[in-house]
């Protein structure tokens, strides 16, 4: 495992935060498919920083530049490789880091692991900014799927304490041009990130996604099931803690009675069932039924606020960090679209393998 | 994706629950390592069905024979391959399942996947018991492990809403001979399983486990690192619905000042952090803190109440399925080794990748 | 890489010549599918030891049992496993291998490989006895690929400096129960390994095979492809030293003009090449025409003469080492099915791979 | 399988000839490692076009440009991404091409796999440009192996029936800024090639290569061995049709007692063979002499003579090809950089996958 992901569609992410670039290269893609380039970017700037006031200053257009794979506009078998220029860098911002690791990010593990050769600018090859690749990735797959009749949508579910209503898992409404399904939860999730921000601190949340239009009979057994693959992939997101599916921790305070799905033919001769607690995936095997997961977001590491930390220069007197820079308060708002496009991913990955299409 | 996983440590799981045995073969076993037989044999009967009045009375002697990979006792570099008979099966409690599919098991999907070709005996391959071969590789990587220092155990959480104490994250102490770290709540909980079969029905829980003595640095990056592989072994258990690390979904009610981990040099010049929100893992990689983390275990999908269900034979009429046969009312003690096994796995083969040990 | 092959058919081998088994495990087999027994029985009774004076005396009466994957003789979707018991062993004939290394053998690298840990009796894991499992694998893809109108076969092409007719590669003529295309041939090639036995000697050989009724397109491009796949599988077997497809290496010293192969529409319509220099692949993908390969096995280097080598313990004197035990003076008769069903097993992952049929 | 390889050092080579870029991803390339860049540059010359009258006349300045994975110059253990822009492509020289596959090509086979959809122009990723990424990151493994006290070398071994001397492979001297080992092979394999263009013609060969400094116990059992691993990514090289190890199809011809190699202390007290006909592999692993291989080169298929073929158009009636552009008489000189550069890969990721080295 790597930074590598996928069975029959491949993907390759590439990158730090101040490389030259980052991108991701896909081996695997189907084949005449042409990209809607424009929804492409519409999609990517649903990820990106510098929307809002409760986001980060730092403005990076994300302009996918497509170096292979393509030919007159469509897929053409050949790896499919795209990347994103890094321009806006103020490497500066970053100058103590490399001596003193910021507590819950990757630096001192990294610092372990490669010694003092890894690029800890920005947070290196562990940064946010590499879901921007992940994301164009995403983004392809989410239209091929969408041809197919396959939707995925995700919502904030929480942040902090505000919640917003849950998805009906039996028949969810995907979300669409808004980050939740009911507006005042928004609203008054914006205050929350106001208020972490005030206090120089940052705040985490939920994220639920849906996937419909899913036939039953994907994923693989054992190690290979569709919960597998969403999770090996959704915990590749930066400041994911946990996932779970269906009715997940919850359903452990369910009886079985409960809990079962009992099966059905609705009125159009096709299987359903009455609840979905399983989250659409049985044995690992999807049912037919909506996918729905979520998936747990920590709140920012990187925070104003002084912080302990050690010195990487043979000192063991404790130190203390203040993060300069521009850092996002709440990442969740801009992780949305970034677990659609892991979902996607992983779906499209566990569909070719399924041989359920060329 | 498969019933293999591992990239440095492969294991392939095989069997049915009716087949003539269940087995495992693993690749990539490091050499000169003499498993203690009577211990792995103590290990898997933690695992085994019959074990007193609240699982299942189906007995099942787990005796793994090795049929490769050993000479004189001892790892060779060649594959290891050990397998179980099956040898009390009752197949005829299976009749009515072919036609009928049981809600919340993988019956149906696998019926959508492999037609009506599949082996539906017992849930053929996606049967729990196919964690008995997982728990022959586990066992042997979990005394592997342990002669280098690091060290695995788990307990029940949680049943239904009868709670345990958790680990201290920081320090946790691992449970010896006991499935809970405190007995009045085992009482609890197996007072809440005799209720749950009472009403012939069953109850989930949450198993939790904490790995200490694990150095930082393993792991690779993004869908490489160890949340990732654990998460990816983990939801091959059968049942299991939701993982998390650290403190999980909690965290996302907490501010970055309360959930990061300030790192200081300890009195022996080590590098710990103050607090473990973050279960161990920072950007996928060990921190060199104790791993932790929790598995959510569904209620036992087979209840010997009726349930709604559909036919397999051209009918669209509701059905009424009651199964008849042994099952667990609740399988969450007899998970509490396979959840250690599977973590055993996971972190055996991300420090074999990583290079730790020849 | 290691003891596992494939991508959407993976097989994992595993036993050493002197383990309780050895066998294989297949994780990807199409569903559906009964396997005539006796006729892989037949197949496999090809490779046994014990056939004719000409080869070892060894006798291993080759009964696969098959633990997995089946349920009512057909295959289910779940891994299937087989293994062969070996029975007879004399383990006495090797007990000076393990000081002194035999040249030509794994017996030296694998001493540094796996330090003395590995097991050498017998070659251990690195056994020709291990192509019998191959063969088990083999013999059902060649089984499962003959439905579908594919089909393989290998003829002798040399035994030292006697050879048989080649195949006409446009055309070939598949053998059926006999090793060579010519039977004057193989009277001389007999000879020819008799007189090798009788100086204590051996000789090898090379086999050449071709495979009817494939399709245009399988294959991926770059590494994928089916000489790369085939060539992957083919140095699996041990002996072999060199693969060559089509007019291989005497393609070398024809122009561009003889060795390009014209395509035309014969008179159904469908696309042929006039010759086939390109033995069936072209840019690593198959072109429709018969694939034509060659693989080249070294003499056996079990030889009763004495030969010089050296001793592990730590002397560095000349030794001297006269091999006991049973030897065949030439391997490569009972190498044609095994060339056949490594061919197979790569051919049918291709296809699946492919997603050519479900 | 697919435009991917490695197992430990995984590298994907993206782009197709007319793409905007050409270029490869790798993930696993050692920490702490400063390439040379100009070394790379010039490693990169040995296989560019436009070098001289026999090759073609396409001009394309290989520019590597370094998109990910270095900081100050040295690797920093993320992946690895370098790009060469195709600049000078002359479209419209393949125009005929999208309608008349050129026989010996991947033309057709691919439009077979892909559908019109495939990239044609230039070969798309079938084309032998495409091995200009492969050299960069073979170039960086040849640094990085060297700084190790490993070296590989290669040689033109023949052109047509000009042959130039073979290497000792007990000791092989090799190549230092020359293409052959004797001058005068070299003058007589151009006038070869002068010959072929002048007849509007083409002409293959055969490349040694060989791999001193190697140690013994690299490679894994069975279908990870040296042998495995090295065929598997030589015929990834377009026009690759036969690759042979040590004595190779030679040995064939050979009695055992010729063909093994004995061993014996030297006065070093290392172990060495007296002759090397394994090329330095035996049961896969590497012995610790010298590895030594062939790979065959069919005659480049592009010749400007007219050539039958089909049309994609419906029509049945057979088609005359003429090949306007640029194409070389024989590519053999060019791709002895590129032999090089796949040993190397294949020989780290091997080395790697041992854990020889972190």
């Not at 896909?26 to 498919?33: C, L, T, Y």
């Not at 999609?43 to 006031?53: E, S």
């Not at 806006?88 to 911002?93: F, Q």
Request: overall charge negative; hydrophobic content about 40%; aromatic content about 8%.
């Amino acid at each position: 495992m790597s930074s590598q992901f996928g069975t029959a569609l491949k993907i390759q992410i590439f990158g730090q935060s101040h490389a030259p670039a980052i991108g991701v290269s896909i081996d695997g893609f189907p084949v005449g498919f042409t990209p809607d380039m424009d929804a492409l970017k519409t999609f990517l700037a649903r990820r990106a920083p510098g929307q809002g006031a409760y986001a980060t200053a730092r403005k990076e257009p994300d302009k996918p530049e497509f170096l292979s794979g393509l030919v007159e506009g469509h897929t053409c078998g050949a790896p499919l490789t795209a990347i994103i220029r890094n321009t806006d860098t103020r490497a500066k911002d970053y100058g103590n880091i490399a001596e003193m690791p910021r507590p819950s990010h990757a630096d001192y593990p990294a610092w372990v692991k490669y010694g003092n050769q890894a690029d800890y600018r920005g947070g290196g090859h562990f940064s946010g900014r590499l879901t921007a690749p992940l994301c164009i990735a995403g983004g392809l797959c989410l239209q091929y799927l969408a041809q197919k009749g396959i939707h995925i949508g995700a919502h904030i579910l929480s942040i902090g304490a505000v919640h917003d209503t849950a998805f009906d898992p039996v028949s969810p409404a995907l979300p669409v041009g808004a980050l939740t399904l009911d507006p005042a939860a928004w609203e008054k999730m914006q205050e929350e990130i106001a208020a972490a921000k005030a206090e120089m601190d940052s705040v985490g949340g939920v994220i639920e996604c849906a996937v419909t239009g899913v036939q039953a009979g994907y994923g693989e057994p054992m190690f290979g099931g569709m919960e597998n693959r969403l999770a090996q992939i959704l915990f590749g997101i930066p400041a994911v803690k946990g996932v779970e599916f269906g009715a997940g921790f919850g359903c452990t305070e369910l009886r079985g009675s409960q809990n079962n799905d009992p099966y059905y033919y609705d009125e159009n001769g096709f299987v359903r069932t009455r609840t979905n607690h399983a989250g659409g995936i049985a044995g690992g095997i999807s049912t037919g039924m909506p996918i729905v997961f979520r998936a747990a977001f920590k709140p920012t590491p990187s925070i104003a606020r002084p912080q302990e930390t050690i010195r990487f220069n043979g000192t063991t007197a404790p130190a203390v960090l203040e993060i300069k820079g521009r850092h996002d308060p709440c990442i969740v708002p801009r992780a949305v679209p970034v677990v659609e496009a892991a979902a996607a991913i992983a779906i499209l990955d566990a569909i070719l393998e399924g041989n359920q299409w060329s």
